[in-house]
């Protein structure tokens, strides 16, 4: 089979050109798609050394196999092969020895479409057939693309087809059809049982399992297709295409280094060939990575060999138009598509090209025109439809959604996102809605009604909060979508059943995760829902004033600066370790850290560093700097220009000075002391001639408090060490908490000096309460709640101190944050109806009650206290204040 290797060629161009994924969407992965390295298959290994072949059977072996040297690109034809599933095309030439198929599939990776078309009239053969139809789909000639595809089916029906490669390039050309003219769940299946038979033919036929990758791209199944194209490098390492389609795939989950490393094994690869080739697909994988992180001018640089090179490339010319648009120059984006119109008039690709970037940018308006263009211009083509109908969805516009993704459904069933979609648009016009002046919130019928009825009033309290701190008001309502577990949520944000996050803002629209416990994997758990609500709402302002033009730091940035809750402990650390090792995020690296962390705590550190910086924006240039920021933003400018005209200063100056600052800021947080700890242990060791290692005596960290009464890490050490023998001491009688005076001096002295630390707060709280002393418990639980976004055990202890004080207005303070953290559980709602009651909030009490009729149906007193409270507000008794 080896000697036959001609015969095996499937389209790289059609590779180029046809590649129809999705790089916006958030689905990341575990891991990366792209292979550090890959080994060949010993199969691949053994069967291009075998033996029993002939010198020239082995060649070809080894150039079918992606094994070549040198030596092996002697003739012609090989080269030409090589050269093509290397990814540089470019190299083909029509000189004699290489073959009609060969040529044009050379031609079209090249983007001369039309000179491949001529190349292979009149020729006859599945092999043929299947090359026109790709080369009149690249032209956008969808009819004469079908007719071809038609031809090749037909052909394969009557079994012409000449082994594996036939079966593939027939596969192909069903694929084609599926674009042009729509398929249905037999034609997907038929695909997939083709390639499966190429397969059987051929256990070694790695085009087959890149055909099926690319297939499974297409449908959104991404964990088969990366499975099969990782099969397919181990049959042919030097594949250009399956390198190019794992680094889309990567490119989907925002993983740069993988797509940084696809391209670097496709160059690798095509140096084997010509180390002066132009590498197309090295090119767009470049240029694509750039438009995702918004870096329009290196897109356009890595574009420019391959433009040079190979002018008639319409994908390039569409990477082009869309760095373009993302830099806000539309007459620069009208230009390169009108290059690749006049290239490919009725084509939809490049269009659909710059508006799937658009989109990804959130300029939903110019995203719409251009995708209703795509599909007047390709009608069969699903793509167009499926990324209108989630655009829509992002944009809170239901009904047009729905007929959008019902038409992308009926065109292409086979599409998992695009189901995932439809089905939940049409669960959504089934859901529930309370609406304010300012709100929409919707949710399934049912128990979750018992969060969302409570929503709008708070919401509206905040709307003010919010509005007035960016001075701007949302054009429209904002509508809250609370999904009833994380499954809904993710598929409501991706279109794909897998993401890690509890709520997202596309602008108009917040999609939002109930805050409860309901079985492993269903959910992330509680949170302050309230809390998380004020986050988005910021995004949802930001983005609206700046035309959703606002860097993902700053608006990140901008949103924790206005929760509610305080900086956490394990923030402070954070921060502070990332200054003492030099690791602070420069403005280029902070923003992708959000979505693509290198390491664990990298995403932690961006949502952190952005916060600290904005704080010092504040603190440096006064509020109104952010929201200057802000108004250029919105006229376009980088954020480079932004700088210079609202602050006065480069980024690069503004790091500067933002971390002379910080290091300022550690020290007043207690987390830089001098001397520092390690230095004082060593001294105190080295005097006292203790061995390395052996920790000091009581005595001796008496001695060193005694020296540095002010030292934080010496009065932890301290502290930690009293309790630790407080609790260890046998006793007669237990003690509280287990604290002696000792103990409890220590846990004071060190409070005192670090006062961010939560952990003498826990001790102290837990002493009082045990002791029942709830007054001296308070002001710790105070601390503690501040800082917790989870747990309300702080809230509920802090409810009842304040009850116990005779405090009713600030017990349902606490009360309501505890059942914001964890509004489905009924306890916490009886403590919060039973705080408002007593703090004249009958319409408080009202809504916690009603929540209980849902929590617990079967409970007939709560039905019974409704009717009660109903009629005490009825006659006027505890009148609602505002709030």
Known sequence: MFGRCRDHAISAGAALVLVLVTPVAAHARQGSAVPKSVEPAPGVVSAASAEWLSKDEQRNARVEHGL????????QAGR????????????????????????????????RCGDAIAALTDLPGIAAAALRAEAFECMGQSREAAQAGEEAVRDLDLEKANGGADLVRAARAMMVMARTKGADVAACERIMATLAKARELDRLDWRARVTEGRFLIEKHNLEEAVAALREALRLNPRSAEAWFLLGRVALMGFDFDGVSRAAAAIRAAAATVDTSAVCAFAALLDAESACARFDAGEAIAALAPARSAMPTLIPAIALEAAAHALEYDFEAMRRSLALADALAPRSARATWQVARYLALARQYADARDLLLEAQSREPNWSVPRNELGLLEMQAGHDEPALAALTEAVRLDPFDKRVAFSKRLIEELLTWKVFESDHFRVRCKPGVDEALAAAMPAELEAMYEEVTTRFAHEPKEKTTIELMPDHAHFAVRITGMPQIHTVAASTGPVIALEPPKEIGRGRSIGRFDWLDTLRHEFVHTVTLDRTLNRIPHWFTEAAAVDLEHKRRDWATYELLAHALEADELFDLDAIKWSFVRPRKPSDRAQAYAQGHWMVEFMREAYGSQAIVGLLDRYARGDTEAVAFKKVLGMTREQFMTDFTAWARAQ????????????????????????????EPLGDDMVRALVSKHPQHADLLEIAARRAVALSEGMPREKPIPAGLDENALRALEQYAAVRALDPWPHQRLAARALEIGDRAAAAPHLEFLDA??????????????????????????EAAERAA?????????????????????????ARLHIAALVLLEPTRERHAERLRRIDEMIAQGKGAPTAR
Not at 672 to 680: F, G, M, N, R, Y
Not at 820 to 836: F, H, K, M, Q
């Open 80 to 111: 030409a092969r090589a050269a093509i599933d290397a990814g540089v095309p470019g190299v083909v030439s029509e000189a004699v020895g290489v073959d009609a198929p060969l040529l044009a599939e050379a031609l079209i990776a090249q983007g």
């Open 787 to 812: 800082r917790a976004d989870s747990d309300p055990a702080f809230a509920i202890e802090l409810a009842r101190a304040r009850r116990a004080a005779r405090d009713p207005a600030r017990a349902l």
């Open 820 to 844: 914001r953290i964890d509004p489905y559980d009924p306890a916490t709602r009886e403590l919060a109806a039973a705080c408002a009651i007593e703090a004249g909030r009958l319409d408080l």
């Open 666 to 693: 550690v020290a007043s947080w207690r987390l830089a002391e001098e001397p520092p700890i390690d230095e004082l242990i060593t001294t105190a060791r080295r005097d006292a001639s203790l061995p390395e290692g």
């Open 68 to 75: 070549w040297t040198l030596e092996d690109l002697s003739d």
